[in-house]
């Protein structure tokens, strides 16, 4: 298929994103992913140099990418987050993309109650409420999705990293 008539067909022209985690890995490459396809996005990350770094070599690419610091495992800065999103979009939001997500691997008996809860907040709390807070953008957009990034690990066991694990079990009903 010629460039042109594939960039037609996969167009994200103007769809509002929110990619959580986009300075780093699998986030990274999303956002230059869905922003190569015209999507004007927001991401979020709690290393407010490599953010920068980010957003500066992404506005010379072109791409349409803002972002704030914010450290997602905590709620008031996810209610914060979703304030900044809802005031930059309009209210609307296309696509939430839920990808932050952390490991500490280590061996079951050797997690402590402050890991156990790292977890759960970074992983598990932080795409569950920020789906909630998202709700009503998403609605308003007339056609919103959201992504939820999982692991194998939440399928398979996995020696080291079994509170991981249970973050990343399958999303299902709405
Ligand atoms: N890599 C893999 O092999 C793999 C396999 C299966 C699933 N996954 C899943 O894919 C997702 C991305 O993984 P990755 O390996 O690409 O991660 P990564 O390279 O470690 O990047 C994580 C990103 O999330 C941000 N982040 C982490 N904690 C945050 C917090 N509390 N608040 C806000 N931002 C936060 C990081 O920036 P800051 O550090 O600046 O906050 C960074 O931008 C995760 O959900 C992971 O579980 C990964």
Redesign the pocket.
Known sequence: MAGAEQSQRWSLKAKTVLV?????????AIVEEFAGFGAVIHT????EY??NECLSKWQKKGFQVTGSV????LRPEREKLMQTVSSMFGGKLDILIN?????RSKPTLDYTAEDFSFHIS??LE?AYHLSQLAHPLLKASGCGNIIF?????GVVSASVGSIYSAT?GLYTNY
Do not use: F, P, V
């Not at 959580?20 to 990274?28: A, F, L, M, V």
């Not at 979020?44 to 290393?47: K, V």
């Not at 914010?70 to 495992?73: G, P």
């Not at 990808?99 to 490991?103: D, F, K, P, S, T």
């Open positions: 959580t985690g986009g300075t780093k890995g699998i986030g990274h979020c990350a709690r290393n490599e953010l914010c450290d997602a495992s990808n932050l997500g952390a490991i970074t992983n932080s990034m999982s692991s194998i690990a990343k």
